[in-house]
Each structure stands twice: as C-alpha cells, then as structure tokens.
C-alpha cells in the first residue's frame, strides 16, 4: 500500500513538473538568444515615374534611421532576427513601408519606388476601325477636362489624370462615339484601346495629297466630292466622312496647283482609299524683261542638249522659245545672252560678262549665278527656270564651259 501511494505521488509530481516547465520552454525558443547573429537590411529607393535613384530619403525602422546615399542605396545593420517594418520618406514624395523578416547572420533586401506628390497618371492606347481593323488618324479622344486626337499610327496618349475611375470617349466622325471605363493610378499608365464602328447608311474616303513635282505632302489641298470637302493636314492626310454610298467623281485641287481627279465608289460603313498627285503652277514672271544682250568680250558657253527637253509647269517648249541667262543689276534682271529653242538641235549659249572697262554693269560678274529665264512665244509670258548641270558650274567663270542636264519651270 506505501508503494502504490509512493507512485502515486510521482506521477503527479511529474504532471505538475510538465505543467509549469514546458510553456517556459516555448517562450525561450522564441526569444533571441546570445548566440543570434545580427542581420542587415539593405536596398535602393527609386522615383516610381523616372526611375532615378533618390539621395537623401530617410529609412526608418522604428528608432533606427538612416538616408540613402546619392546612388539611392541604404544599409541598415546590426538587426536582431525579427520581423520589422521599414519606412521611406522624402520631402515631395509620398512615403512608403515594407514588411521585411531578418534572419540570423543574414541580409534581406527592401527596395522602394516613391511617388512625386503632384504625380498624376495616364492612359494611352488606339483606335482602329471595327471592320478593317486599321488606325484611325485624327480620332478624338477625351475624358473630362483633357482631350487628344490620335496620331497617324491611331495612337493617343491622356496625360495629368487623377487617380480614380475615369470614362474614355473616343469620336471620329463617319463612326459611332464610344465611351470606355478606366482605372486610373497615379504614377502608373493604363492602356485602353478602341474599336470604332462606322455610321451607317455612309461611307468615307481618305488618303493623302501630293506634290507630283517634288514629292512632298501637299498641306491645306482642298479634296471634294459632290457638295462634301475635307482639307489635308501637314502630312497631306486628308479624311471624308458622311458620304452617301455610291460612285463619285472626287477632286484634289489646290490654288496654284493642277486639279487632279479620280472616280471613287462609296460603300455603306465602307472605307475608300484615293490618293491625289497635284503638279505645281509656277506663275509667270511680272516684271517686263528685255531680250537684248552685248558681246562684251568674255563669256561662258553653255551647251544645252535637245535631249533634256525643257519645260514650264509640264508642257514642252515650242520652236521659236527663248532660253536666256540673265544677271541681276541692283535688283533688275537684264539678259547676258540667249538662245531660240527648235526642238532638235543641241544649242550653244553665250553667256557674257561684265565689261570692267565701262562704267555699267553689262554682263555677268565672276562667281555670279545664272538666272535662267524661258520666254513662251505664243503667249508673250516669261518664267524664271532651275536648272541642273551634268558637267561645270552654274556660275559664270570667264572662258567657263556647263553642259545641262534638266532645264525646267516647276
């Protein structure tokens, strides 16, 4: 009986022993011990919108501070293993934590990107044409108190928006508007694009207008069909919506400029692509000219072959046209020599200097640049030419020698 009570007793001395000591133990396995090795943290801090590394951005780790260096770059060291939150703060920014765990012996990483106070976000993205699927150029898109046309790529760009939801409108006239919902964070872009339907019971035409002389986009070039105009841009882009289906005559015309034409069909909800070539009109010289020359003693022979064909504003010169090298005499055009054009024979033209020995100016000066004129028999109109050379110069060299190559009014 004494050792049954002995036993007994034990077993509830042990149970008491477990009771008391093991809730102890769990509590020092989670206390730092003597024998923890002190941990880093480290990382850069970062403008979120231009990506620059900050200096001088304070990091806070509850009494602990330090500043980032000026390559953005911090430390903060001899951290006891622990789970700690981590500030960046900077003067014009908006501050910003993270939750970092040191481990024993370890360095853990904490990098940050700071938003600007005064940031503000974007949305960008394109509108295309619902059936074909091409970019639409010149589309209006807005949201409110902002608003843009899309580029020739169909591409916009909304710039200084607040954070929040925003409603996106995109228009093109010839099209149904259509309005899209975003979310927008500062600092941040948002991509949002369209696809626009056209109006029925319409067509467009589009393309662009060009200088057949030249090859440069032609800009303000008026374009019309039927009672409809559009006007091309810089590019020479031009765009016509609202046009009734069927077939038309369409014109691209602008002042100084020949008209050019094309017949065009006009589907419903269609797009029809014309491109217009328009030739330059050089105009007429105003000033009277006179076709008189002197044999001063020094010239420069120009040798035009028929082969280059001269012309004005397109059309060949006739048998019995002028050709002449003019000089300039304080401000007035005076002939220093010309040439009747035939049509078929390669011509010589003499082109005559200044005479230094009298006390006017008679001819061409050394160094000074031709002046080519034509003279048009049948209308009595003279132009002012360009010329281009295959060999020699085209200013005036005593006893000189030039062949042309293109000899035109345009």
């Given at each position: ?141 807005s949201t409110t108190g902002n608003a843009v046309t899309t580029n020739v790529a169909g591409y916009y760009t909304l710039t200084d928006l607040s954070s929040g939801n925003h409603v996106i409108t995109a228009y093109l006239a010839g099209y149904d508007e259509t309005d899209l919902n ?81 017949e065009v069909v006009i589907a419903d909800r269609g797009t029809t692509e014309q491109n217009f070539l328009i030739r330059r009109i050089i105009p007429p010289d105003t000033t009277t000219l006179v076709w008189e020359f002197s044999n001063t003693g020094t010239n420069h022979i120009i ?7 001269p012309t004005v504003n397109g059309a060949a010169l006739s048998s019995g046209d002028l050709i002449g090298i003019f000089y300039d005499d304080n401000g007035d055009h005076k002939c220093a020599g010309y040439v009747e054009w035939d049509g078929t024979s390669n011509l010589a033209l ?61």
């Open positions: 009986m004494t050792s049954g009570k002995y036993i007994l007793i034990t077993l509830i001395i042990s149970l008491l022993v477990m009771i008391i000591f093991v809730p102890s133990c769990k509590h020092v396995k989670d206390t730092p011990t003597s024998w923890d090795t002190p941990g880093n943290i480290k990382g850069y801090v970062r403008d979120q919108l231009s990506l620059e590394y900050l200096a001088g951005v304070e990091i806070k780790l509850g009494a602990l501070e330090t500043e980032t260096g000026e390559d953005g770059f911090y430390v903060l060291s001899g951290l006891t293993p622990d789970e700690y939150t981590v500030i960046a703060d900077k003067e014009g920014y908006s501050n910003s934590a993270s939750t970092v765990r040191v481990l024993s012996g370890d360095t853990s990483y904490a990098n940050f990107h700071l938003i600007p106070e005064n940031a503000t976000g974007s949305v960008q993205g394109y509108v295309r044409d619902l059936a074909t699927q091409k970019f639409l150029y010149n589309a209006a898109v975003v979310s927008v964070s500062l600092g941040e872009i948002s991509t949002v694009n369209f696809w626009l339907e056209q109006t029925g019971g319409s067509g467009i035409l589009t393309g662009y207008i060009t200088s057949e002389t030249t090859g440069n986009p032609v800009t303000s070039g008026i374009i019309t069909v039927g009672d409809l105009n559009a006007v091309s841009d810089t590019t020479g882009y031009y765009y016509l919506p609202g046009i009734i289906p069927g077939t038309y005559m369409a014109y691209g015309s602008k002042s100084s400029y020949e008209t050019d034409s094309a040798s035009i072959p028929h082969s280059i064909n003499a082109a005559w200097g200044d005479d230094s020995l009298t006390p006017d100016k008679d001819g061409l000066a050394s160094n000074e640049t031709f002046i080519w004129k034509i003279h048009i028999t049948s209308s009595g109109l003279n132009y002012t030419a360009s010329a281009e050379y295959f060999s020699g110069s085209g200013t005036f060299e005593p006893n000189g020698l030039s062949i042309l190559s293109s000899l035109k009014v345009e």
